[in-house]
Nanobody
Framework: QVQLVESGGGLVQAGGSLRLFCAASGTIFSINTLGWYRQAPGKQRELVARITGGGSTNYADSVKGRFTISRDNAKNTVYLQMNSLKSEDTAVYYC??????????WGQGTQVTVSS
């Protein structure tokens, strides 16, 4: 069974940085697409970034140039480096993994709070 465990969230001042981690188990990690969504209070969940098994990446316009997604297949881990954080980045961040089309697994979420 696929499991995702996130860590790295916390409280940071505007302009600061955080790095999120998502460790996966129960799958052939290297071939999976993974990514991060976020959900702020009262808002819909939105895609932040994703990375394919081949290493191609996509980002939301709101985070381009500030956030970087990467993966370490040897460690079954995907990362989200977040720089120049803004108050509007405050949200719960969820890691996800696509096992196959239509079969998606989610982490438990990690809170990121950016104080202005």
């Amino acid at each position: 069974q696929v499991q995702l465990v996130e860590s790295g969230g916390g409280l940071v001042q505007a302009g600061g940085s955080l790095r999120l981690f998502c460790a996966a188990s129960g799958t052939i990690f290297s071939i999976n697409t993974l990514g991060w969504y976020r959900q702020a209070p009262g808002k819909q969940r939105e895609l932040v970034a994703r990375i394919t098994g081949g290493g191609s990446t996509n980002y939301a316009d709101s985070v381009k140039g500030r956030f970087t997604i990467s993966r370490d297949n040897a460690k079954n881990t995907v990362y989200l480096q977040m720089n120049s954080l803004k108050s509007e980045d405050t949200a719960v961040y969820y890691c996800y993994l696509v096992l196959r089309p239509g079969d998606v697994y989610w982490g438990q979420g990690t809170q990121v709070t950016v104080s202005s």
